[in-house]
């Protein structure tokens, strides 16, 4: 079966067939207050708007405004400097938003990550985290740096418990990963070799220590796990191009867009997030936005002035989806 995406109609001759009876003999029936067209079927006598089957229907708010709303907040903006740009209460943001989150989970599932989806290289590390009760925490994240994709995420504590329920979503991968790129945390070498090893075979992988400092190369202190050289390691990092030596640069790279974007995140920001709930969704839209929208700079093709003028997204690159989505699209997909 061919999967499609579904949009709200763009121009008002297009008529819809009618949601609840799917009748083609719909008329149109004036405007809303905030100018959304309505229509009535003349088979059953339901009334709906062009909005219907969507996170749109039924909000004083036009597209626009919500388009607007969603952007900043993937963007960075504070969610409670909101309500006077909107002129609504920061209750329905938060409602406006956490739907956006929960239509963002909907198209994740419907496209899914491809079966022949296996990543050359996952780079494991971790981005600390502070709630406004004082406690701490920690998401752990794998990072695919060659297609700039966030496989998965978890948030917790700095523990082996919390990190063990990320390895259990890598297991997919076991047996057919070329290369891991790791810090120097204990845990995940009994991971690594439970969850992505077969039997006696490890998948190679690279230990940056960030608490070890060699004077002499100016630089961390950097080997290979499970009998394999650092040099060994090193001409394979530069075999699959993302980079020249042992280091989780690419993701701390990621880490430092994050707490640019995320504005709970932002160093010194007196905006912390108040609950953990809350939190793992604002990042999880965070990563949406990040593979599924966002072209990347260096996926995409540029011009000579190195503007990207063809965007690619890390889902793109994946073979996940087959064109670049607008927001718009995602927001107003539905599965028929």
């Known amino acids: 079966m061919q999967r499609k995406i579904f949009m709200l109609k763009k121009e008002e001759h297009e008529i819809p067939t009618c949601p609840y009876c799917n009748s083609g003999d719909v008329v149109k029936y004036g405007f ?3 100018r959304v067209q309505r229509y009535r079927c003349s088979a059953c006598g339901k009334i709906f708007n062009q909005r219907y089957g969507t996170l749109f229907y039924k909000r004083h708010l036009n597209d626009e405004e919500i388009l607007r709303m969603v952007y900043l907040f993937l963007t960075g903006y504070p969610m409670s400097n909101m309500p006077p740009l909107f002129e609504v209460t920061e209750k329905t943001v938060r409602s406006i938003l956490k739907e956006v989150i929960l239509q963002f989970q909907k198209f994740k599932d419907f496209v899914a990550l491809p079966a022949d989806y296996i990543p050359e290289v996952i780079e494991v590390d971790e981005i ?3 709630m406004q009760s004082k406690k701490k925490f920690y998401g752990w994240l794998a990072y695919d740096p060659k297609n700039k994709y966030v496989i998965d995420f978890v948030v917790g504590k700095r523990d082996d ?3 063990e329920n990320l390895f259990k979503k890598l297991k997919r991968f076991r047996g057919k990963i070329k290369l891991v790129l790791i810090d120097g945390y204990q845990g995940y070498e009994k991971f690594i070799r439970k969850y992505l090893g077969i039997k006696a075979k490890k998948p190679v992988t690279g230990v940056i220590n960030k608490s070890r400092f060699n004077r002499k190369t100016g630089k961390f202190y950097t080997y290979g796990l499970f009998g394999v050289s650092g040099k060994t390691i090193e001409k394979i990092i530069q075999e699959l191009g993302i980079g020249k030596t042992i280091s989780t640069a690419l993701i701390e790279n990621l880490n430092s867009f994050i707490r640019d974007s995320v504005q709970y995140l932002v160093r010194r920001s ?3 997030a108040r609950g953990i709930d809350w939190l793992i969704d604002v990042l999880s839209g965070y990563f949406f936005f990040h593979n599924y929208l966002k ?7 540029r ?5 990207i003028k063809e965007g690619v997204t890390p889902a793109m690159a994946c073979g996940i989806t087959s064109v670049h989505h607008s927001l718009y699209e995602i927001l107003t997909f539905h599965q028929l």
Request: cysteine-free; aromatic content about 12%.
């Open 303 to 307: 011009s000579s002035k190195n503007w």
């Open 270 to 272: 007196k905006r912390l």
């Open 295 to 301: 072209p990347h700079w260096s996926l995409s093709e």
């Open 161 to 163: 418990e919390t990190l």
């Open 32 to 34: 809303q207050k905030n």
């Open 128 to 130: 600390y985290i502070k």
